[in-house]
């Protein structure tokens, strides 16, 4: 009886025992899951912040934020790396920002700019370095050994990365000359270039030449007319005065002497003018400019017998500085009466168009040969001098001539035949004379 109550007493305990590890069982593979869920979860989230953090080091295309739930345990890292993200951005932004400016401006300096490494390897070099070392665009990598044409710039940079210094030097090549310049520089630890900037010198090296013949022949010029003044004024007081005929040769040359060291001296002052040089403009009647050049010389004209036929429209008037074209005319129509034929022509033209004023001075002269006309601008240059040394002149007329149209911002041209004549045009912009005009209106 006692044994009957008892059975159904332990199967009941079995039973919830049963429960009870089944759902033990089911909590711990709940709790599994979850956890595994879970782990798989920050697998993948640790696996998007690695991805993340890779695109940010390689500045790739770093996408979109990493959107987590505030309550997340990961959230914190994540708005570290977002802002880290936004950070990387900005400074990728001025980076390529900046690295666009530099670009711009190393291909637009009127420098050129190579960058060259120890083993010879030629990093970069711009368009201007390409032109001024007359060579096509290298492909990057190449060695400088290979691509520069010039010995000595070849020696110069190998040096320069020998002795590992800044070094600068002066190098021809071709017909440019070249201020080459090496800065030698680390580009991090243990890892070292050289820029090398190559300035063109060439226009400079012109001018400084040219200065140095114009300071020599000034001085040559000046010292003739000075030492017959002087040598005959010696003369004079030595006793010579006493010779009324001999006195009067003497003070003809000197006087003759002076005149030629006072035109010079004008000539020189004008050539000196400053193009800054303040201009006093107002319109400046062609015609009447021309009867007083003409005024001027006539004596000349009497002396050759030329005759002059003057071709200007009386209403023809340029707004322009009047002692500058006074000083054209002065020497073109000089020119042309000096180098003239006795009994020779001197015709004066004057034109407008819509574009071009134009002015020309023609003579039945001589002529200039076809080999020296390239040089007849040039400062003290005068044709056969043997054969002109009795035609006073001082050789910068054509060349004041020259610089002032120049400065004007129109051009000179010359047609010459000898035997023949010359022909000397000047052509002006007339739009630069309308911009003078409205200035002044």
């Not at 490494?117 to 096509?136: G, R």
């Not at 004209?301 to 003057?310: F, G, N, P, R, T």
């Amino acid at each position: 009886m006692f044994g009957a109550k008892l059975f159904p007493f332990w199967d009941q305990q079995i039973v919830n025992l049963g429960l009870i590890a089944f759902l033990a069982l089911s909590l711990g593979l709940g709790l599994a899951l979850v956890q595994e869920w879970q782990a798989r979860r920050y697998q993948r989230q640790i696996a998007l912040f690695i991805a993340k953090l890779k695109r940010i080091q390689a500045e790739d295309n770093m996408g979109g934020h990493i959107l987590l739930a505030p309550s997340d345990p990961m959230a914190p890292l994540a708005a570290a790396l977002n802002e880290t993200q936004h950070v990387s951005r900005l400074r990728l932004k001025q980076l390529q920002q900046q690295a666009s400016t530099l670009a711009a401006l190393v291909d637009n300096m009127p420098l050129g700019v190579m960058r060259i490494k120890p083993d010879h390897t030629l990093v970069e070099m711009n368009a201007q370095a390409s032109q001024l070392l007359n060579i096509t665009q290298p492909k990057p990598g190449e060695s400088y050994d290979n691509v520069l044409k010039n010995h000595a710039l070849v020696a110069m940079l190998n040096r320069a990365l020998t002795e590992q210094k800044n070094s600068r030097k002066t190098v021809q090549v071709d017909r440019v000359k070249l201020d080459v310049s090496v800065v030698y520089y680390q580009l991090r630890p243990r890892h070292y270039e050289a820029l090398v900037l190559l300035y063109d010198m060439t226009e400079i090296s012109q001018l400084q030449a040219m200065q140095a013949d114009f300071v020599t022949n000034a001085s040559h010029e000046l010292r003739t007319p000075l030492t017959a003044i002087a040598g005959f004024t010696e003369t004079l007081l030595s006793g010579a005065q006493e010779d009324s005929a001999l006195r009067a040769e003497f003070l003809h040359i000197i006087q003759d002497e002076s005149q030629r060291l006072l035109a010079l001296t004008q000539d020189i002052l004008t050539l000196a003018k400053s193009p800054m040089q303040e201009r006093h403009l107002a319109p400046v009647a062609i015609k009447p400019l021309v009867d007083e050049v003409l005024t001027s010389h006539k004596d000349m004209l009497a002396e050759q017998k030329i005759s002059v036929d003057i071709q200007v429209p009386s209403d023809l008037a340029l707004v322009q500085d009047k002692s500058d074209l006074k000083r054209l005319l002065i020497n073109l129509i000089g020119n042309a009466i000096k180098y003239n034929r006795l009994g020779g022509r001197v015709t004066i033209k004057a034109d407008h168009t819509e574009k071009v004023d134009t002015l020309i001075i023609e003579d039945t002269g001589r002529g200039i040969p076809s080999d020296e006309q390239g040089r007849i601008f040039e400062r003290f240059y005068r044709i056969d001098k043997s054969r002109n040394q009795r035609i006073p002149g001082t050789g910068l007329g054509l060349a004041i001539v020259h610089d002032l149209v120049k400065e004007l911002g129109g051009q000179v041209l010359l047609d010459s035949q000898v035997g023949v004549g010359t022909k000397v045009t000047i052509q002006l912009p007339t739009t630069v004379i309308k911009d003078i005009r409205n200035g002044e209106d």
